[in-house]
């Protein structure tokens, strides 16, 4: 395994709990891969968090996905809604940083079922997922995250 930095302001350290919590309770993130002419290429992606890796869907070709086959190593960042603590004009918030490696689904199985997890965090009730996955499931392609390392800081934005 890899050898990743101690977090240099320790004392803001968040606990592998709450950087779990923020995984599962977060709508989206930012994906960062080694893009084209050794760019960094971020993108803010919907996401689900299942059995301690994250899971992405994207179309079958692009920027994104030419990084991650040259490369799959990557970043994931997620950021909480900011809180105001009353009596502090600043506003709370808690990062998260996940470092890992990214591989394509095969499994026809396994990608029912996150677009499936997809469709219960992001659609509204009573939308028909089985229907949308019928018409556009066929032109997706599942992501799997793998956890190398994660790391979360409190900060105050003041």
């Given at each position: 395994?890899e050898?990743?930095?101690?977090m240099?302001?320790?004392n803001?350290?968040?606990?592998?709990?709450?950087?779990?919590?923020?995984?599962?309770?977060?709508?989206r993130?930012?994906?960062?891969?080694?893009?084209?002419?050794?760019?960094?290429?971020?993108?803010?992606l919907?996401?689900?968090?299942?059995?301690?890796?994250i899971?992405?869907?994207?179309?079958?070709?692009?920027h994104?996905?030419?990084?991650i086959?040259?490369?799959?190593?990557?970043?994931?960042?997620?950021?909480?809604?900011?809180?105001?603590?009353?009596?502090?004009?600043?506003?709370?918030?808690?990062?998260?940083?996940?470092?890992?490696?990214?591989?394509?689904?095969?499994?026809?199985?396994?990608?029912?079922?996150?677009?499936?997890a997809l469709g219960?965090?992001?659609?509204?009730e009573?939308?028909?997922?089985?229907?949308?996955?019928?018409?556009n499931?066929?032109?997706?392609?599942?992501?799997?995250?793998?956890?190398d390392?994660?790391?979360?800081?409190y900060?105050?934005?003041?």
């Amino acid at each position: 395994m890899e050898e990743f930095r101690a977090m240099r302001r320790f004392n803001q350290q968040a606990s592998d709990e709450a950087c779990l919590r923020l995984l599962e309770s977060a709508a989206r993130g930012i994906l960062a891969v080694h893009g084209d002419n050794g760019y960094p290429y971020g993108i803010p992606l919907n996401f689900v968090f299942r059995g301690g890796r994250i899971w992405f869907h994207c179309a079958k070709e692009g920027h994104k996905l030419d990084a991650i086959r040259r490369d799959d190593k990557v970043c994931f960042t997620l950021l909480s809604e900011p809180v105001k603590n009353e009596g502090e004009w600043w506003n709370n918030v808690m990062s998260v940083v996940v470092f890992g490696r990214i591989r394509e689904v095969t499994d026809q199985a396994e990608i029912d079922v996150i677009l499936r997890a997809l469709g219960e965090k992001y659609f509204p009730e009573g939308y028909d997922i089985e229907h949308d996955m019928q018409k556009n499931g066929p032109r997706a392609l599942v992501l799997e995250l793998c956890i190398d390392h994660i790391t979360g800081k409190y900060v105050k934005e003041k």
